[in-house]
């Protein structure tokens, strides 16, 4: 699937290879552009991988046991869950009877922040950063809306870094039930000092739920020397299925579960689980460790900030989200003074090159980033931004036909606005 020169989706489509007529020439002219296409949006989702597919496949088909009943077909199926659920603990360091398989990410985030809630009916304070996903924040809100929590956001800095000192303020005088941070914000990669964020916790005897979804794969994970109490991820975002997660509940840690009804995942999760997506996620699981032994990311790492040497040689005064602090290998962000996004995503869009203005979740809305404003950016520099995400299959040749597109793309808009 893999193409060392052109990038995954780089290939050459026969001419005539649909034979003739006007509409076989538009359906080839759009195969080309769809072949053609640098995909640098790896935050928002990621292609799935060959091995997970092939996984996959035979629990699409043949395989199709309930993994809950007792005859063979369903035992193997229970087998190849479990399997799983060894494969995503190795990534995670962590032990397989502490992995709960959820529908994504966005689920297993508020299962954990729910029961933090119910187990502490008198701990009211549901402390965030204020850069967290629109899965935490936007659930939180609405629990503030109910009456049942209230939010307590912990600022950053102009680098997207969490003040620990505010957070410690803030433990120190509310009666926190849970804190919840990011370990990798989506739209600038900026990376948490997550291992002080649960000391601190711990001290303070508050639960600590990390955000893990755009770190895994892309950084070494540790989630039981970190010390978090929760982490969520969502398969996508490493080369798996869409549609399925997991949770971290560290073990003998209280949780009530969300979701009951016929005790699956042993009672943390109802639901009969999604035994294909689950089986991919363990595959693509596997290869994330792969890869990061290997220093594929590293190598990723590499094409980022060449891009970014690129593109301040062209515009200095292009502005940077994030890149003086640690981040993980694989993402950009910036602005550029007079090129709002959505012209330039549109012109980039045109020329094949997939890329976003922030989070995916957040894609055709006004409403500047609340990343970046947190970080202390203006509006017109939140809505000048732009993310660009590469992936394990990103190649250098990609990244410089990106960086000319962009340029020429720039150019236009600036002229166009005199």
Known sequence: MENPEGGMWNSEFGRGALGGGVFSFWV???LVVLLRMIYLDHNATTPLAPAALEAMLPFLREEFGNPSSSYRLARRARAALEKAREQVAALLQTQPREVVFTGGATEATQAALESCLRLQPKREALVVSAMEHSATLRFAEALE????ARVVRVPVDG????LLDELERILSREA???VSVMAANNETGVLQPIPEIAERCARAGVPFHCD????VGKIPVDLAGWGVDFATLAAHKFSGPKGVGALYVRELLRFVPRQPGGGQEEGRRSGTENVAGVVGMGAAAELAGERLA????DRVGELRDEFESGLAEAFPECLFHGRQAERVPTVTS?????VPSAELLLLLDERGVC???GSACSSGRPDPSHVLLAMGRSREEAQNSLRLSLGAETTRKEVGEALRILLDSVGKIRSARG
Do not use: H, N, P, T
């Open 355 to 357: 890329a976003s203005a």
């Open 159 to 162: 680098e997207g870094r969490l």
């Open 294 to 297: 290997a220093g594929e990311l």
């Open 212 to 215: 893990a979804a755009q770190a």
């Open 176 to 178: 926190a039930a849970v």
């Open 334 to 338: 910036f602005s550029l003074a007079r």
């Open 145 to 148: 809306e109910e009456g049942r």
């Open 28 to 30: 080839e002219g759009f």
